[in-house]
């Protein structure tokens, strides 16, 4: 069964970081696509990062662009996300997504493997 575990969530205040990172299992992510989307309450899951197969390619959200910077480790079958400077309005619900194809992609129709979720919540 293929999963996808992050850790590295938790409890920061404004301007501080985190570092969020997704180990998978069961399958090789190596020649696929990687993303991070985030869901806050009561609004929709949106798009956060997303990384080519080789990493060479990489695309933000425009609220996270300068700030955030998605990475992967494809020996240790691995993505991670820096996050710096952070917002209240970050606090969500961060999800590590597996693509089904190499190249990076900004819906969640790109992937086919989903995080159970890690919580990141931001003080103002």
């Known amino acids: 069964q293929v999963q996808l575990v992050e850790s590295g969530g938790g409890l920061v205040q404004a301007g501080g970081s985190l570092r969020v990172s997704c180990a998978a299992s069961g399958r090789t992510f190596g020649s696929y696509a990687m993303g991070w989307f985030r869901q806050a309450p009561g609004k929709e899951r949106e798009f956060v990062a997303a990384i080519s197969w080789s990493g060479g390619i990489t695309y933000y959200a425009d609220s996270v662009k300068g700030r955030f910077t998605i990475s992967r480790d494809n020996a240790k079958n691995t993505v991670y996300l820096q996050m710096n400077r952070l917002k209240p309005e970050d606090t969500a619900v961060y999800y590590c997504?597996?693509?089904?194809?190499?190249?990076?992609?900004?819906?969640?129709?790109?992937?086919?493997?989903w995080g159970q979720g890690t919580q990141v919540t931001v003080s103002s």
């Open positions: 997504a597996g693509g089904i194809r190499s190249d990076a992609g900004r819906r969640p129709r790109d992937y086919g493997y």
